[in-house]
């Protein structure tokens, strides 16, 4: 099989073969890492039950970090829901609580699948599991997705280091936004250009965005990125459902990140020498917390 590194070569393997992104991706995988697809789809089915497991145990936990600066969020959205349905809805209100589940998971060192990276490791499962259970999705439909979402992040990082210290935070949030959107656009049906132009839409809407982490943990502002971030998927899917399209292709929107990175200074790469890491709230907590 042909290599396959941007998303325009992508595109052109699914059209001349009539197959959607996660068959050729499977596919591709299978061939390089000569593992039967059977075998990947495994690995891919235990992934996808590892997340909702981090959901299930993040609902139902409000042990905060080590900092003490996170852990309770999401049992707050909770009550809140539970008083007062959402503005936009039960799909929203899990996505929310999903994504910030998952992220508080993360932060109490409880098993998490990174996707790509784990300060970003909400996003995607959140989208995923909200949407299918709000459509009744079946589990072969969801690893689907999953396998589209991990195609979408393979190509990004082909191009794009997705860590903070490299590119910022568009990198690590941003790319998982773009594997969501992606993957839940596949999943509410949408042809493979359609998938790839959410993605796109998410990359090019999130340009810039800093990995300035408070006390040098992967706590503040990370958490809540990621509910933030998983709406923002959701926002770009329904904009490429509907015929909406990006001016600019992915891949050049690819090119921009890799570009923005480099000229983004690196006291805003996980340096936690600039942006809300400086703030004079952040630096009393980060006094604080090390004294």
Known sequence: MKSINTFEQLLTECTSQGKRIWQVAQAYESEWCEVPINKMRQVATSSLKAMKEAIRSGLNSTEMSMSGMCGDDCNKLQKRFALRPAIFGKTFEKILTYSLATSEENIRMGKIVACPTAGSCGIVPA?????????????????????????????????????????????????????????????????????????????????????????????????????????????????????????????????????????????????????????????????????
Request: hydrophobic letters at 45%.
């Open 127 to 291: 989208v995923i599991t909200a949407i299918s259970e709000e459509y009744n999705i079946s589990e072969e439909r969801q690893v689907n997705a999953l396998i589209t979402a991990g195609e979408i992040g393979r190509i990004i990082s082909a191009r794009v280091p997705l860590a903070g210290a490299v590119a910022g935070c568009q990198a690590e949030c941003g790319a998982a936004a773009a594997m969501a959107a992606g993957a839940v656009t596949q999943l509410l049906g949408g042809e493979p250009r359609q998938v790839l132009n959410a993605v796109a839409l998410t990359l090019k809407n999130i340009l810039g965005l800093t990995c300035d982490p408070v006390c040098g943990l992967v706590e503040v502002p990370c958490v809540k990125r990621n509910p933030f971030m998983a709406v923002m998927a959701i926002t770009a899917c329904e904009l490429a459902i509907s015929g909406v399209e990006s001016k600019i292709p992915v891949d050049e929107v690819v090119d921009a990140m890799e570009q923005t990175g480099q000229l983004m200074s690196p006291a805003l790469k996980e340096s936690s020498m600039g942006g809300l890491a400086r703030t004079k709230t952040a630096v009393k907590l980060q006094s604080d917390l090390f004294s």
